[in-house]
């Protein structure tokens, strides 16, 4: 069992930058890969990163290449996601999970944070 808890969100205006956390309960939290998603109002939750378990290997959505970057600290059991030059359209609430393999797929994940909302405006 792997317990997720996000935090970071908040107002932020266009250009800005945050950075998300998402502390893990759980001894084996190291042997998994994690994964950042988000879900705007009226729309699907999709992918945004996801790290490898060792945090060798990265992998980010088209739409957040380049501004975002994913990490974690397995001694901290953490996982970080920085986002820089946000725009109005990353407004969204952002969850973290983890899966037994690194996926851009949510169905891959078995555990899921409560979110973080994050609001960019204009």
């Known amino acids: 069992q792997v317990q997720l808890v996000e935090s970071g969100g908040g107002l932020v205006q266009a250009g800005g930058s945050l950075r998300l956390s998402c502390a893990a309960s759980g001894r084996t939290f190291s042997s998994y890969a994690m994964g950042w998603f988000r879900q705007a109002p009226g729309k699907e939750r999709e992918f945004v990163a996801a790290?490898?378990?060792?945090?060798?290997?990265?992998y980010y959505a088209g739409s957040v290449k380049g501004r975002f970057t994913i990490s974690r600290d397995n001694a901290k059991i953490t996982v970080y996601l920085q986002m820089n030059s946000l725009k109005p359209e990353d407004t969204a609430v952002y969850y973290c999970?983890?899966?037994?393999?690194?996926?851009?797929?949510?169905?891959?994940?078995?555990?899921w944070g409560q979110g973080t909302q994050v609001t960019v405006s204009s």
């Open positions: 999970a983890a899966a037994r393999t690194m996926s851009s797929n949510r169905a891959a994940y078995n555990y």
């Open positions: 790290i490898s378990w060792s945090g060798g290997n990265t």
